[in-house]
């Protein structure tokens, strides 16, 4: 079933916002991801509400700490599925779950939060860990 | 837990990840879909049960790290519960 874009559209802003890159296609993410270097978050975007009441929040107050990843990218999981495909297909030792973040250094998986670590959890708190983890491989 | 309720309408635990330990041995990590006469129904389950290749506690420990492998898209656990813990508070 495809989501309209009606519907979709402002949960994209909610992140592209806060200076994220988004990828709609395979072609982009490999031009993107593929680089491998330096520090850089993907995020698996959602329509479910784990990323409504809890991933989206909390990106938009992690990327608020002056530590964070060089480049910030993401795809959206059930829209845009080729895109989301080949972006996992760069953490592939990780079962699919969205949303989802995986932070990469030099083309390497550093750092995953997967689904279970986001539902349930207030933004403050997930965003509390993904600045831990900004600390401790962006820095 | 933390009396938060995820899913308006539904059980607590609706939507979460946890992981049942049964009297019989087993452990199934799944999403949390309801409580029913018959058992506990999770979404996207794996299980482990005793005496498999592979221990409880790597089974659990791996899932934490690289997410859950589903091998059930619906389980409904009848065994009887041991315990009931969310995997992310391993």
Redesign the interface.
Known sequence: MAYPDLMTRPMREEVTRLGFQELKTPAEVDAVVGQGEGTMLIFVNSVC??AAGGARPALSLAMQNQVKPAKSVSVFAGVDNEATQRARSFFS?????SPSMAILKDGEVVH?V????I????PQQIAAELVAAFEKHCA | MSGHVFHLGHDDLHGITVVLETTSGKTVIGRWHERVEKGIVLHDAALNEAGSQQTRDDFIARSVKFGVKPEHRTLVVTDEIASVRKLAEF
């Open positions: 509400g784990c030792d990780y079962q699919p779950s995953f997967h689904r279970h670590q539902e349930g959890k207030h």
